[in-house]
């Protein structure tokens, strides 16, 4: 992680200046005198190189752009684009820091081995079960003692190799003298309204009994790896039995035992791997200086917790009035983005200007586990959003307490909703990926696609009025 050896104890909204005097009044720091003593045809700029923490620090403007540790070409575009005109600007260049924020250390589980390709987690599977059906859900001996007939659950589940579903089970305990009531269970994938699998049980029609839980077989049908599903149950009349589970087999198990037997393999390959992105950043971040190194595993699940890390380096070394975090695939215009300021009068504490948006998503890679609500307190979009110095330090004073959501823009509005600030929707901070005259971003681009889009800009002003678009 990038840091300062000299933090300031003054107002960090201060602006700073350094006067080089002649003479020997001014006392220097012994290193310094030894160094100069030891060459004394070093130039005064070398000499002030040695203390950066003495330059200007404090920019109207601090950039936070969250990027992926393997992400060199888009950082690079940034680099040749947005950032090389900011750093080219006469006006601009000194009022605005731009960082590339980036996990230190690189997930050590290859990602082939992973639950998923957004966590760290390894996938659990040690001893597989082939060609024999194995009970999804499996109850303790005396569960069946704390299970009442008006006690109803469903369960939800999450498929992390692909299995094929043979039965539907269901939970029922009336002193196994069967069913005395009409039951359906079915099961839904994750935010379908169709059900893929319906079994019935009746009091004629009651099913085979595997342990606490009676069975009927379905129309075979293979649950995908990342599939994810629920069993509610209904009742045609009365209210008995809780919704239990499924039979299953594994799919393609031969295939499953040559992955594990190639995993020891795969991982020292992989830790390979990143010994040496780790020397490529290293050597980027030396020649570039724009790269903030967090103390986090750089996954999509801890993006969260990468920002949060950023707040509180940039509080730590860097005076600054407002901070804009974008992602390393978006089109950021800066210049629109400080005429629209002024624009709209955007000034004052505790104020937060984004595209403001969206309700939970409970599937894929915006999955949100943890928040229980059907909707989100209003949150920006993750492309582009501005934020006031006040906010940033109070984020970066609670960080150790505030708990991370599945996203950085969902996880900002839930924390956003603890302290009220003043909201200003602006529609040009872009949410997808398209072109609108005026825009101040636009996410999800190629490499290949941010320089054409920025070469349209420098060719027509707006890239989005440019008639060689085509």
Not at 280 to 291: G, R, T
């Amino acid at each position: 992680m990038e840091s300062s050896s000299c933090k300031s104890k003054t107002n960090p909204g201060a602006r700073w200046t350094m006067r080089v005097v002649s003479g020997g009044s001014a006392e220097m720091p012994k290193k310094i005198q030894r160094t100069l003593k030891a060459d004394k045809r070093e130039k005064l700029e070398d000499w002030l190189a040695l203390l950066p923490q003495w330059k200007s620090s404090h920019y109207d403007v601090v950039v936070g752009v969250l990027s992926a540790r393997n992400n060199h070409e888009l950082r690079n575009v940034i680099r040749s684009t947005w950032l090389k005109h900011l750093v080219q600007h006469p006006a601009l260049s000194q009022r605005v820091l731009v960082k590339f924020i980036i996990g230190a250390h690189g997930c050590e589980v290859p990602v082939e081995d992973r639950e998923d390709p957004y966590s760290c987690k390894l996938l659990n599977i040690t001893n597989p079960v082939l060609n024999q059906e194995i009970e999804a859900f499996s109850l303790l001996e005396d569960t069946s003692s704390g299970l009442s007939e008006d006690r109803i659950v469903s369960v939800s589940f999450r498929v992390l190799y692909p299995i094929v579903i043979t039965s539907l089970g269901v939970f029922y305990d009336v002193n196994d003298v069967g069913f005395q009531r009409n039951i359906t269970v079915k099961l839904y994938q994750a935010e379908q309204e169709e059900a893929l699998f319906i079994a019935r049980f009746s009091p004629p029609s009651c099913g085979v009994q595997v342990n606490k839980l009676w069975y009927k077989p379905v129309e075979q049908f293979i649950l995908p790896e990342a599939g994810e599903g629920a069993l509610p149950h209904e009742f045609m009349e009365g209210v008995e039995g809780v919704a239990g589970g499924f039979l299953y087999t594994i799919q393609e198990g031969d295939a499953l035992l040559k992955n594990l037997h190639s995993r020891p393999r795969r991982l020292l390959d992989h830790i390979s791997n990143l010994h040496e992105e780790d020397a490529l950043l290293k050597e980027e971040s030396s020649l570039y200086d724009d790269i903030v190194f967090v103390d986090v595993v750089d996954t999509y699940r801890n993006v969260p917790a990468k920002l949060l890390n950023f707040y509180k380096w940039t509080v730590e070394t860097t005076g600054f009035d407002l901070l804009l975090k974008t992602d390393d695939d978006c089109y950021i215009d800066l210049e629109a983005v400080f005429n629209r300021i002024a624009l709209k009068n955007l000034d004052g504490p505790n104020f937060w200007w984004g595209k403001l948006n969206w309700a939970v998503d409970r599937t894929g890679k915006w999955q949100e586990l943890e928040y229980p609500s059907p909707a989100y307190p209003a949150f920006a979009c993750g492309s582009g959003y501005v934020i006031t110095r006040d906010i940033v330090h109070w984020l970066a004073g609670n960080s150790g307490r505030l708990k991370t959501y599945q996203g950085e823009d969902v996880s900002m509005g839930i924390w956003m909703a603890a302290i009220g600030p003043k909201r200003y929707q602006d529609s040009l901070w872009l949410c997808e990926k398209t072109c609108e005259t005026g825009m101040l971003s636009s996410p999800q681009y190629s490499p290949q696609e941010l320089t054409q889009l920025w070469k349209l800009k420098e060719l027509c002003g707006d890239p989005c009025r440019c008639e060689a678009r085509g």
